[in-house]
């Protein structure tokens, strides 16, 4: 016998996420899934986002690595709160391991929350963890043809940092091209060109922050 | 790669279904995944035979329906498959496009005795 089903295989991931998204909300935190390969630069771009908006703002970031701490340590000696989820080998976090980290922290104290995920831009785009932003980093060395291999992280997040803007004239990396394809696949996106090295871009990007956190 | 996650969900989905039914056995599961998932169907066999060892649906067999990723412009509204390394329009060569199909990821039936 034959019994429809017609369900998303991700609904208990997604209804853990919604729950997320609730707490989070009514806690008034701005929170954001950071995702990029490994060695795009996410905790270097986080580490100065900590140095520029710390003073105004309480920042926390959950680090999710799939063993060691060295991420997590590096945050804590900016002076802000990190804790660490260890995703056990998983390629990506899920909303329960989110959930599980939302438990343990003071999220009525905390104006914004970084969830910096696993380095990987396949798993992570699959799974809603609830955050009320998701960004994405695409280091310039690792090339302007990206989008078309990660179409689902590509037009899914509603920011793209364009990292290590630093060695553009080393590369030949084409940034017209990739904007454009970017563009095109997802038209809400902002796009930050941004050196933490040179300082380049990083206002922008800090800006945008800001004004997130205004509307929150 | 994370298919032993992503099954033990599937495996909860059509046992629960099954048991609405109220049937004791479930046969075979029928998936619909588009391409831009980086599930891979035969890791999910394999982790299906695992996880399901000595539940109703222990030797199911699962069926892939695989959707191809296909977009629409929109400006002109053509529907096409997108090359590998352009997703430019084929009719008015813009490259604005909308992801219509290939991010697929449900379980359509499953076949129960």
């Known amino acids: 016998m034959k019994v429809t089903v017609l369900q998303n295989i991700m609904n208990a991931n997604d209804k853990i996420a919604a729950k997320n998204q609730d707490m989070l909300e009514q806690n008034r935190v701005l929170s954001i899934n950071v995702m990029a390969s490994p060695g795009a630069g996410k905790t270097s771009l986080l580490l100065e986002t900590i140095r520029q908006l710390k003073d105004k703002f309480k920042i926390c970031v959950i680090e999710a690595d799939i063993a060691s701490t060295m991420d997590a340590d590096r945050i804590i000696r900016e002076g802000v709160q990190a804790v660490h989820i260890n995703t056990g080998g998983e390629c990506h976090t899920d909303a329960n391991m989110l959930g599980a980290a939302l438990e343990d922290l003071p999220l009525k104290e905390i104006d914004l929350l970084f969830l910096e995920n696993v380095g990987n831009l396949v798993c992570p785009a699959e799974f809603r963890i609830g955050t009320k932003k998701s960004i994405m980093l695409l280091s310039v060395p690792e090339g302007d043809d990206k989008p078309f291999k990660y179409p689902l992280m590509f037009s899914t997040v509603d920011a793209v940092v364009v990292s290590k803007m630093d060695y553009l004239p080393l590369s030949d990396f084409d940034l017209e091209r990739f904007e454009k394809t970017v563009r095109g696949m997802n038209p809400k996106a902002e796009i930050f060109k941004v050196s933490v090295r040179t300082g380049e871009g990083v206002a922008d990007w800090t800006g945008w922050l800001e004004a997130q956190l205004k509307g929150i | ?113």
């Open chain 2, 1 to 113: 790669m994370h298919e032993l996650s992503v099954t033990q969900g599937i495996l909860d989905m059509a046992i629960e279904k099954a048991l609405e039914a109220g049937s004791k056995r479930v046969t075979d599961i029928y998936l619909v995944i588009g391409d831009a998932s980086s599930i891979i169907d035969d890791c999910v066999q394999f982790s299906f035979d695992f996880v399901s060892k000595d539940t109703i649906a222990e030797g199911a067999r699962l069926h892939f329906q695989r959707i191809p990723l296909q977009v629409r412009c929109r400006d002109c509204g053509d529907v096409f498959r997108p090359q590998k390394e352009s997703w430019e329009c084929p009719q008015c060569k813009k490259w604005e496009v909308d992801i219509i199909k290939g991010k697929e990821f449900y379980m359509e039936s499953i076949e129960v005795d």
